[in-house]
């Protein structure tokens, strides 16, 4: 069969994405590696709208729920989890996706929400000692460094976030970051910043990660003086930013320069036509949960409105 629309990710913007689609009766099939997007690692999250405040497992877990509400008998929605998309071809009139079992779809539109994972860290031995005491997980891995003085790479929300997390088991939490001004909220960075066992350290490089078989330290430079100090530690979080998960639309859809899909803010309609992406792995300013999930249902309404105008 040829679906009306394929939708790729389990995020707030594909999980969004779905529920709208199910509600307007699109033939939709809906693909996902995992449910619920990056903030699944959050112990609480705030500014979900229509809750106080939730955990990134809840809110993954209330995707699932509603997602799979508007599927099952004599719906027009069909979920394929725990499956990645590795190609986006098309194929005469219409796009095929395969996946990573080796299944093959056709649809006459995509919608791509795949978003984003974390980006490398990129300093001497970093590789090497990856999963050996440098992480980029804190809320997976913190509770490994209870008692242990650890750094967190990045002065972003997800960086003060990590820091927040880490403060509550570990001894110091130092905070290194490449420029003169954080990133994240200010409200998060002042709270951060009022624990006594919490430091910052702004302008520096990252040079080396030090230590044989486990992280023993962290090397950096003072951008503006130019001194190198080295910091022991047990433990490093990395929260250093994302890198679009675009990798199978490359040849299909244009990318800008750090591999997000452009798209029309309008209508989240990509330069190839049949295909609209949405959320994280688009070339939009603000990277949020409510501004994916806002995102897919513009892209949705413009894809209804494209399958039945055509
Ligand atoms: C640590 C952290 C904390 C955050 N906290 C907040 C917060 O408190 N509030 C807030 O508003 N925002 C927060 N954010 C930002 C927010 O999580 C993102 O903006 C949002 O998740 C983007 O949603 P998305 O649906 O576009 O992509 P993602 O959340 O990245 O979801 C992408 C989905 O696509 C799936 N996928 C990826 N590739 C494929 C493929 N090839 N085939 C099939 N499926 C695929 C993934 O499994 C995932 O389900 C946080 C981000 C991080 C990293």
Request: hydrophobic letters at 40%.
């Amino acid at each position: 069969m040829t679906y009306d629309l394929i939708i790729i990710g389990g995020g707030p913007a594909g999980s969004s994405a779905a529920v709208y689609a199910a509600r307007k009766r699109l033939q939709t099939l809906f693909i996902t590696a995992e449910w619920g997007g990056q903030s699944v690692v959050s112990e609480k999250i705030y500014n979900w709208i229509g809750t106080t405040s939730l955990s990134g497992n809840e809110l993954a877990e209330n995707f699932k729920k509603q997602v799979l509400a508007n599927s099952g008998a004599g719906q027009t929605l069909k979920v394929k989890e725990s499956q990645k998309v590795t190609s986006l071809t098309k194929k005469d009139e219409v796009f095929e996706i395969k996946t990573e079992l080796g299944e093959e779809f056709l649809t006459k539109t995509v919608l791509i929400a795949s978003g984003s994972g974390h980006r490398k860290l990129e300093a001497k031995n970093a590789d090497k000692l990856e999963h050996k005491g440098l992480t980029y997980c804190a809320s997976c891995d913190g509770p490994l460094f209870s008692g242990m003085d650890v750094v967190v790479i990045g002065g972003g929300n997800a960086g003060f976030e990590a820091a927040a997390q880490l403060l509550a088991y570990c001894k110091s939490v130092t905070l290194l970051h490449r420029s003169d001004t954080f990133r994240a909220d200010e409200i998060t960075v002042e709270k951060v910043l009022k624990n006594p066992k919490m430091k910052a350290i702004k302008n520096v490089d990252i040079l080396e990660v030090k230590g044989e078989k486990f992280v023993e330290g962290i090397v950096y430079k003072d951008k503006n003086t130019g001194k190198i100090t080295e910091l022991k530690v047990s433990g490093i979080f990395v929260e250093v930013g994302q890198i679009p998960n675009t990798s199978f639309a490359k040849d299909i859809v244009p990318l800008d320069e750090i591999g997000r899909i452009k798209i029309d803010a309008w209508t989240q309609k990509t330069e190839t036509k049949g295909i609209w992406a949405a959320g994280d792995c688009t070339n939009v300013l603000y990277h949020q949960n409510n501004i994916a999930a806002g995102d897919a249902v513009r892209a949705l309404e413009n894809i209804y409105l494209y399958i039945h105008t055509k």
